[in-house]
């Protein structure tokens, strides 16, 4: 609270805003739902922003069932559980890393591809791997899924925004919406089907990495950034 408060007090004293605002610009509602339709009818703002947030979902399911596998199924101690956690962590952490070393020299494009890939193909081996309880067969498939996740999220992130120079707020906030609104789905199936085995994780998992690649590949097709949003409104 002492941080915050502090921030807002140096950014109110010392930067002074750079933007007149401007009628059009007002937070008038039918406006806003005008913005928030014209940006999720873009079919590559949606597409990238699904490959995204339908691995985004993965990880909730997994965040979610795994201390019930760990825990509760194999015996591990919270403590334990912790640790086991660095795994699909650092994998993450290391899908992050090589997409902003690789940025400058592979697409955008072709990292998302590949990284829904990665996310597929982990979903699919937990999935395959499901009929007998480890942590060996959860963690390793998962580790896939998250580095995929990884890989995605930046490019996709900022390929979403690219078209919407004028209306970043408001495509950063339905962007934001989608993900937390796909991790709140993927929580709910995982935790309503979930059975004492990684099989419903298995499937979540398969389904919604499937899901990112395939999207994302139908819904971008044939578009460029500014090819579905002519005249973005503010």
């Known amino acids: 609270v002492a941080f915050g408060l502090g921030l807002f007090a140096i950014t109110h004293l010392r930067i002074a805003e750079t933007h007149t605002p401007t009628p059009e610009h007002s937070l008038y509602l039918p406006a806003l739902l005008v913005t928030y339709f014209r940006i999720a009818c873009n079919r590559y703002f949606l597409g990238n922003v699904l490959a995204g947030s339908l691995i985004f979902g993965g990880m909730f399911s997994y965040n979610t069932i795994a201390p019930f596998l760990f825990i509760g199924e194999l015996g591990a101690s919270p403590h334990q559980y912790g640790y086991l956690m660095l795994f699909t962590v650092s994998s993450y952490a290391t899908g992050s890393f090589l997409s902003g070393r690789l940025r400058h020299r592979v697409s ?14 982990g979903g699919a081996a937990l999935l395959l791997m499901s009929g007998e309880l480890s942590y060996v067969r959860v963690i390793a498939p998962m580790m896939a899924f998250l580095f995929g996740m990884g890989l995605v999220l930046p490019p996709s992130i900022a390929n979403a925004m690219h078209p919407f ?70």
């Open 108 to 121: 955008g494009h072709w990292l998302i591809v590949f990284g829904t890939g990665c996310a597929a193909a």
């Open 165 to 234: 120079p004028m209306s970043a707020g408001s495509a950063s906030a339905l962007m934001g919406f989608l993900q937390m609104f796909c991790g709140a789905g993927g929580t709910f199936v995982a935790q309503s089907l979930f059975q004492g085995t990684a099989e419903i994780l298995g499937w979540v998992t398969f389904l919604l990495g499937t899901g990112s690649l395939l999207f994302y590949l139908v819904l971008t097709a044939g578009t460029s950034p500014d090819a579905d949003n002519p005249n973005p409104l503010p």
